[in-house]
């Protein structure tokens, strides 16, 4: 199947540092990628739409100077969380699609980010 | 009110038991329909995927449709400790648009 990876797991890091994370699709060409944070206990919150080559759309209330992302390749996105602080702190999830469908969505294993 | 809505549970119930998952949508244009499980720390993976109503069976687990109601389900019968998870639903309008995600529902299976 699909397989979907993020680099790294978890992170910690100082407030005021940036954080930079990697979404890779292993075995498959990925159109389009998504970014999700999840805070514990709740849903997942999309951030932003990705596709390769072109500006990532971002979801009303997300910062895009704040929360930058790269999708340089079809098989490789990067989320930058610039100037981290302690509310910043969360689980982001990639996700990528193989097809023109959005509901057929790979998602990575997450990363972990705590901003001290 | 949310487009989607999903208890949080937890739900907890005995090992072999039927479980029974909902959501109740208020925009009665979605016409696909999802089930994400995932486990603690870790990304979600696709389960089920309907479109329209009707059900849909894969093993144990069985995904419902009711659009006259606004209603889906995921069954899952003869659960093992090994389904505890949390199960998030997931439905856009279009194969090509945004998918709207339940809260999820916490599901703990007692050995």
């Known amino acids: 199947g699909a397989v979907v990876s993020q680099h790294p797991s978890w992170v910690i890091c100082k407030s005021g540092t940036s954080v930079k994370i990697e979404c890779r699709s292993l075995?498959?060409?990925?159109?389009?990628m998504f970014w999700y944070r999840q805070f514990p206990k709740q849903s997942l919150m999309l951030m932003a739409t990705?596709?390769?080559?072109?500006?990532?759309?971002?979801e009303q209330g997300v910062e895009k100077d704040k929360f930058l992302i790269n999708h340089a390749s079809l098989t490789l996105s990067t989320l930058t969380v610039t100037s981290a602080h302690p509310e910043d702190s969360s689980f982001y999830i990639c996700s990528a699609t193989s097809e023109s469908s959005y509901n057929e969505q790979f998602f990575g294993p997450g990363t972990r980010l705590t901003v001290l | 009110q949310k487009e989607v809505e999903q208890d949080p549970g937890p739900l907890s119930v005995p090992e072999g038991a039927i479980v029974s998952l909902n959501c109740t949508y208020s925009?009665?244009?979605?016409?696909?329909f999802m089930w994400y499980r995932q486990y603690s720390r870790k990304g979600p993976e696709l389960l089920m995927y309907?479109?329209s109503s009707g059900n849909k069976e894969d093993g144990r687990f069985t995904a419902q449709v009711d659009k006259s109601s606004k209603y889906i389900s995921l069954f899952i019968r003869d659960s093992q400790p090994s389904d505890s998870a949390t199960y998030l639903c997931?439905?856009?309008?279009?194969?090509?648009?945004?998918?709207?995600w339940g809260a999820g529902t916490k599901l703990i299976i007692k050995p």
């Open positions: 309907t479109y």
């Open positions: 925009n009665s244009a979605f016409q696909y």
């Open positions: 997931a439905m856009s309008v279009g194969s090509n648009y945004q998918l709207i």
């Open positions: 075995d498959f060409q990925a159109t389009t």
């Open positions: 990705s596709n390769e080559g072109s500006k990532a759309t971002y």
